[in-house]
C-alpha cells in the first residue's frame, strides 16, 4: 500500500516549459514533504521541501505547492533545463520519524 | 568530509549466501537509516537508527538486520539472500530528527 502516491510516472518537457509533478497522500500524521532529485548511478539529493503550514515554497526555478486540505503536493520546475533531466520523488515523513517515498517520476527536458 | 559512504558498489550473490553491506558516515549524524529501491515502487524504508544501539525496523525489515555499535558506522546484514532481495540499497544519515537526510551512492545487488 503506496502511502505517497506520485504522478506521472515520466514526463517530457521543452526546454524552456514548466515539469509539473504531483503527490497526494492520506496520512495526515505526515509533518514534512520533501522532494528528492536523483540522477543514474546516484543516490537521491535533496532538491526543495516544505512543512504544512506553508502554502508554497519557492527556490529558484523550484517551487513546493501544497494543499493541505486535499492532501496534495506538487514540484514546479520552471524553465526546464536538459540539466533537470533525472528521477524526481516526493516524500514525506510521519511523526514516528520515517520517511515514506513516492514511485518517482523521470524528467526528460529536451533541448 | 566523505559524507555517507557505501561499499560495495555492486554484488552478485546466489540464493542463501549471506553478506553485510557496509554504511559509513563522518558527519557525526545520529540518525541512520537503509533503504531499498526498486522500480516502480520508489524508496522503501529497512531499517533505521535513532543512535548507537539502537534500531528499530521499517517498512520491509524481512530477511535484514542491522546493528549499530557506533555513531559512524551502520551495516546491514543479509542472512540468506533470496531473489526478491535482488535492488539497489541506499544508505543515508541525518543530524537529528529535523534535519534533511543525505544518502550514499548505494549498492547494487543481484541474487541469483
Known amino acids: 500500500q503506496q502511502q505517497v502516491k506520485q504522478s506521472p510516472q515520466s514526463l517530457i518537457v521543452q526546454k524552456g516549459g514548466i515539469s509539473i509533478i504531483n503527490c497526494a497522500y492520506e496520512n495526515t500524521a505526515f509533518d514534512y514533504f520533501p522532494w528528492y532529485q536523483q540522477f543514474p548511478g546516484k543516490g537521491p539529493a535533496l532538491l526543495i521541501a516544505i512543512r504544512p503550514d506553508v502554502s508554497e515554497k519557492k527556490e529558484g526555478r523550484f517551487t513546493i505547492s501544497f494543499n493541505k486540505s486535499a492532501k496534495q503536493f506538487s514540484l514546479h520546475i520552471m524553465d526546464s533545463q536538459p540539466g533537470d533531466s533525472a528521477t524526481y520523488f516526493c516524500?514525506?515523513?510521519?511523526?514516528?520519524?520515517?520517511?515514506?517515498f513516492g514511485t518517482g517520476t523521470s524528467l526528460t527536458v529536451i533541448p | 568530509n566523505a559524507g555517507v559512504t557505501q561499499t560495495p558498489k555492486f554484488q552478485v550473490l546466489k540464493t542463501g549466501q549471506s553478506m553485510t553491506l557496509q554504511c559509513a558516515q563522518d558527519?557525526?549524524?545520529?540518525?541512520m537509516s537503509w533503504y531499498r529501491q526498486d522500480p516502480g515502487m520508489g524508496l522503501r524504508l529497512i531499517h533505521y537508527s535513532v543512535g548507537a544501539g539502537i534500531t528499530d525496523q521499517g517498512e520491509v525489515p524481512n530477511g535484514y538486520n542491522v546493528s549499530r555499535s557506533t555513531t559512524e558506522d551502520f551495516p546491514l546484514r543479509l542472512l540468506s539472500a533470496a531473489p526478491s532481495q535482488t535492488s539497489v540499497y541506499f544508505c543515508a544519515s541525518r543530524l537529528d530528527r529535523g534535519y534533511e537526510q543525505y544518502f550514499g551512492p548505494g549498492t547494487r545487488l543481484t541474487v541469483t
Open positions: 558527519m557525526n549524524h545520529e540518525y
Open positions: 516524500a514525506a515523513r510521519n511523526t514516528g520519524n520515517q520517511f515514506y
